[in-house]
């Protein structure tokens, strides 16, 4: 069987990826909105569809900043969805927009999203999946698996033959220890 950690390596877009992102521990919530929608928007597209436009969705998004995105009204919303630059859909957009806003009550609760996430894990995927669908838009089985194995709180993104297995070992992802 033939995995990311197979194909990855070298390869200009999923490379860089692969070795310096995937999987590793994220605790900034600029961080974790983008990896949110950028798998929203992965949602039946390839993935390097999404790195080949990670730029044009940090310019389109303001750099992912929660309180920017969660202000856009109708003027924004046009915006995005007649740039070519990102996804141009409707339901997509929407959800950015809406989970930015949601993402802000989460802050007010409980201080930041990543403090949200650690006060929920461990749970197995179906129940992450539950919550996300609970919680925000957009956000099926697919998206928030791979939305949690990017940032550290699933088990996955490498298999341990993978010299990035060892590094992010190393930082103690949540996935690797229970909740104390």
């Not at 900034?28 to 730029?55: C, H, M, P, Y």
């Not at 949200?116 to 925000?136: G, I, N, R, S």
């Amino acid at each position: 069987m033939t995995t990311y950690c197979d194909v990855a390596p070298g390869d200009p877009l999923h490379g860089p990826y692969h070795d310096g992102e995937y999987g590793f521990p994220v605790r900034d919530d600029t961080i974790l909105f983008e990896r949110l929608i950028l798998e929203i928007n992965q949602a039946g597209l390839s993935w390097v569809t999404i790195l080949r436009k990670r730029d044009n969705f940090w310019r389109a998004y303001e750099g992912f900043n929660i309180d920017s995105v969660a202000a856009y009204g109708e003027e924004d919303r046009l915006r995005l969805l007649s740039d070519a630059g990102i996804i141009r859909n409707r339901l997509k957009v929407d959800a950015a927009i809406e989970n930015a806003r949601r993402l802000q009550a989460i802050r007010d609760e409980y201080g930041s999203f990543a403090v949200w996430l650690d006060h929920h894990h461990p749970l197995a995927k179906e129940e992450w999946v539950m919550l996300f669908k609970k919680t925000f838009r957009f956000t099926g089985g697919e998206i928030v698996g791979e939305f949690l194995m990017s940032t550290g709180y699933l088990p996955g993104a490498h298999v341990e033959s993978c010299p990035v297995f060892a590094e992010i070992a190393a930082l103690n992802p949540p996935w690797m220890h229970a909740k104390e």
